[in-house]
């Protein structure tokens, strides 16, 4: 067994590390270790200050030795080991393959990534030196500082505190497969090799912030009938919003200051809003306005305009970003990017190049963010036809599900083959229900996804699709069910599998429920019990909840928990399979220069079209009999 080396770095720097990005940060001539806290094993935690002495030879016999390096959020201690400490002091080099990531570790099991968080979230005795806030803006930020008092011993206390935190939550979580690392230094790879970006258009983008703001003016009377004028008038926006949300979604706005209970309606809170179930489509819209006024695009083109080097985004992605495996991004937030890209971009960008007016500037600003992804050898990128539909009725493993699966074999209309199920000649009716009933949806879900489409339809309608669609695909309402019924054995009967359909479960007696996929991959679900709890339709229950990873408690309160629905459960499962079939595609397209992916969408620089199609249309041995179909297209820019 490999020796383990936990460790964590303080540093200091004139380099804004948020605003300039870690990759700028780790190459700035003014970057400096403050100090090293260590440990080897389970011996007690040390702290190097550089100008104490030599480097730790034990330390230096450990990188030789081959031995792990774990690090809470790793890139940054990995560059800063690199770049920093490699170029100021003697000392080898670790292989990328040496290191481990506990916050990746962390999210691999639904936990929050962030170091504080997890010790909430799992209710972890040790907790961070909150002194240590004061510490790192007096001598992180501003660059080299004399210490002052007795800060360079609080300084000690602080880095040796995250590192004992570390290793303690590490103690209580499962140690990741090595293909799961695999996978994570490969994410780390496509990092380093970086988004190529039109840095020049990014920054032109930016000078039409007062136009999206205008813009966005406008569009807010328009949605609320004048009631309110702005993004920014407060007092009318929220009594217009809490007008058209219920109690519960209202609660998703409140925080607790001095005891006094009060709403925000700030990003953070805002993403909870738009999370919640039923949300009526003119508070979603109202939402997505003001996230637009906030700058929702221009933070993006901020993003790359701050952050490249020589034209390129470094480390955007975030491997298990999400519970389910899936990927997130962050910085210039590329899965978050609007799908409804323009087909012919050049034009416009050139409009923007040259500071002309152009019409509906949120809008048209957002929809170009995917061109300014851009190479002089342009870009591929496949994208998967319906994956999740593909993947859930072969989750099922119900031979009514074949009708579904033989839909997709024989490269037929799946919307149409669902309005036929349903009795119906409409594709659109078809599509509709196709896309907002498969995770256990309802009326409201349908109604959503309607007028996303520019349909309309009054709830007794919609109430009446919502029954079509299940009696003509009753194998899955009967997998909701049994994944459900599979969970709660589980957890009622300690160290046994269950399963349902290709899903198996495991309950380990302790804190962690596991879903197992096909793959092999988990997705673990933290302290799950039977609890009593109020359904959104009124009236109490008891029933399964787990932690809720992904979500922060209010102030004052433990962290919150969540239902284990059926749609959780179904969406869960589906979700995560896909997510296993992209880290296959990753792990089988090292050899191309791949830029990145996003949910279901594989990039890579240059004209790689046939390896591309070739590569995402393998089925794993895994996934034997799921059909899957890819469409892969290259252009000179990004686009959809």
């Known amino acids: 067994m490999r020796d383990i080396c936990w460790l964590d770095f303080e540093t200091t720097s004139m380099c804004n590390l948020?605003?300039?990005?870690?990759?700028?940060?780790?190459?700035?001539?003014?970057?400096?270790?403050?100090c090293l806290g260590w440990a080897i094993n389970d011996a007690d935690v040390q702290c190097w200050f550089p100008e104490d002495g030599p480097f730790p030879q034990e330390l230096i016999d450990h990188v030789k030795a081959d031995g792990l390096m774990y690090a809470q959020n790793s890139i940054f201690d990995r560059l800063v080991w690199d770049f920093v400490l490699a170029n100021d002091y003697e000392v080898p080099v670790p292989k990328q393959a040496q290191w481990r990531c506990s916050s990746a570790r962390a999210m691999a099991h639904g936990l929050p990534a962030n170091l504080k968080d997890i010790c909430k979230a799992i209710d972890l005795p040790l907790q961070k030196q909150e002194e240590g806030l004061r510490l790192i803006h007096q001598y992180s930020c501003r660059g080299p500082q004399p210490w002052e008092n007795d800060d360079k011993q609080l300084m000690a206390d602080y880095c040796i505190m995250d590192v004992r935190t570390m290793r303690l939550f590490c103690s209580v979580l499962r140690e990741l497969s090595d293909s799961e690392w695999a996978e994570f230094h490969a994410n780390e790879r496509i990092n380093e090799f970086g988004i190529p970006i039109d840095v020049k258009f990014a920054e032109a983008a930016l000078s039409y912030a007062d136009d999206i703001k205008a813009d966005v003016d406008d569009s807010i009377k328009e949605l609320t009938k004048g009631a309110v004028a702005s993004a920014r008038s407060r007092k009318t926006r929220e009594a217009w919003l809490f007008?058209?949300?219920?109690?519960?979604?209202?609660?998703?706005?409140?925080?607790?200051?001095?005891?006094?209970?009060?709403?925000?309606?700030?990003?953070?809170?805002?993403?909870?809003?738009?999370?919640?179930?039923?949300?009526?489509?003119?508070?979603?819209?109202?939402?997505?306005?003001?996230?637009?006024?906030?700058?929702?695009?221009?933070?993006?083109?901020?993003?790359?305009?701050?952050?490249h080097v020589d034209g390129r985004v470094h480390h955007a992605l975030v491997w298990h970003g999400a519970a389910t495996g899936r990927w997130s991004s962050k910085g210039i937030q590329l899965h978050n990017m609007p799908r409804k890209a323009f087909d012919e971009p050049e034009e416009l960008v050139q409009d923007v190049l040259e500071d002309y007016e152009i019409t509906n500037p949120a809008s048209t600003l957002s929809r170009l963010l995917r061109a300014s992804i851009t190479s002089p050898d342009g870009i591929t990128f496949g994208d998967w036809a319906a994956i999740e539909g593909r993947v859930c009725p072969w989750l099922a493993n119900d031979p009514r599900a074949e009708d579904t699966l033989d839909v997709f074999r024989r490269d037929e209309d799946i919307y149409v083959a669902t309005a036929e199920a349903m009795g119906m000649d409409d594709r659109q009716a078809g599509k509709v229900a196709a896309l907002s009933m498969q995770f256990a949806g309802g009326a409201n879900a349908l109604q959503r996804m309607a007028k996303s489409y520019g349909t309309f339809y009054t709830y007794e309608e919609a109430d009446h699709l919502k029954s079509l669609w299940r009696t003509g695909n009753a194998w899955c309402v009967e997998f909701w069910h049994s994944l459900r019924a599979a969970a709660d054995e589980a957890v009622n009967c300690p160290n046994t599998v269950t399963g349902a359909g290709r899903i198996e479960f495991y309950f380990d007696g302790g804190d962690w429920l596991w879903m197992k996929r096909p793959s092999g991959g988990l997705q673990g679900y933290f302290q799950p019990?039977?609890?009593?709890?109020?359904?959104?339709?009124?009236?109490?229950?008891?029933?399964?909840?787990?932690?809720?990873?992904?979500?922060?408690?209010?102030?004052?309160?433990?962290?919150?928990?969540?239902?284990?629905?059926?749609?959780?459960?179904?969406?869960?499962?589906?979700?995560?399979?896909?997510?296993?079939?992209?880290?296959?595609?990753?792990?089988?397209?090292?050899?191309?220069?791949?830029?990145?992916?996003?949910?279901?969408?594989?990039?890579?620089?240059?004209?790689?079209?046939?390896?591309?199609?070739?590569?995402?249309?393998?089925?794993?041995?895994?996934?034997?009999?799921?059909?899957?179909?890819?469409?892969?297209?290259?252009?000179?820019?990004?686009?959809?």
């Open 243 to 307: 007008e058209r949300i219920n109690g519960d979604q209202k609660e998703l706005l409140a925080v607790h200051k001095n005891d006094v209970k009060k709403y925000s309606l700030d990003q953070e809170h805002r993403d909870n809003l738009l999370a919640a179930p039923d949300l009526r489509p003119e508070v979603e819209k109202l939402i997505q306005l003001m996230n637009d006024a906030g700058g929702s695009s221009t933070s993006k083109y901020k993003a790359m305009a701050n952050t």
């Open 529 to 640: 019990r039977f609890e009593l709890v109020t359904y959104p339709w009124g009236g109490e229950g008891y029933e399964l909840t787990a932690l809720a990873g992904s979500r922060k408690p209010k102030a004052g309160q433990p962290w919150p928990r969540m239902t284990l629905t059926a749609g959780i459960l179904i969406q869960n499962a589906t979700q995560g399979t896909a997510a296993d079939l992209m880290r296959d595609c990753v792990m089988r397209s090292q050899h191309l220069p791949v830029i990145g992916h996003v949910h279901d969408e594989l990039l890579a620089e240059g004209d790689h079209r046939a390896e591309v199609k070739q590569i995402m249309e393998f089925t794993p041995s895994w996934a034997k009999g799921l059909p899957i179909k890819a469409e892969v297209e290259y252009k000179m820019r990004y686009g959809k």
């Open 18 to 34: 948020t605003t300039q990005g870690l990759q700028r940060y780790v190459e700035d001539t003014t970057t400096e270790v403050l």
